[in-house]
């Protein structure tokens, strides 16, 4: 059973019934909620990859430098954090480098 904080859910804003803090601070967002932090990537990235800022590794050859999808730097299969410190904003090219799986482009819509 996830330790689940509402107290810390509440402090944050956030709305979504699905969406939670666990008690060590990590973030499983959803609806509102996770478009929310997308809006927050988006704006601390200005809208570009962060492939070789936050992650440290050089953008593909395919990139054009536009950030347009959030990447978890620790997989989402490891204990998902939707927290901001988590995510990187990669373009397409960038995000199937990092992720082997091939994700869809505007993955994680939901």
Known sequence: MLNKDAELKEQRGYTN????????GSEVLKGEDWKRRKMEL?????????RSVVIGRP???SCYGRGQEPHHIKK???GR?????NLANLSHACH???????PRFGEHAR
């Open 96 to 102: 199937k480098a990092e992720d082997p799986r091939k």
């Open 76 to 78: 989402r299969s490891q």
């Open 17 to 24: 019934p699905k969406s939670f803090v666990r008690n060590d």
């Open 42 to 50: 988006s704006k601390r990235s200005a809208g570009m990859c962060e």
């Open 81 to 85: 954090d939707d927290r901001l410190s």
């Open 59 to 61: 953008h593909d050859d």
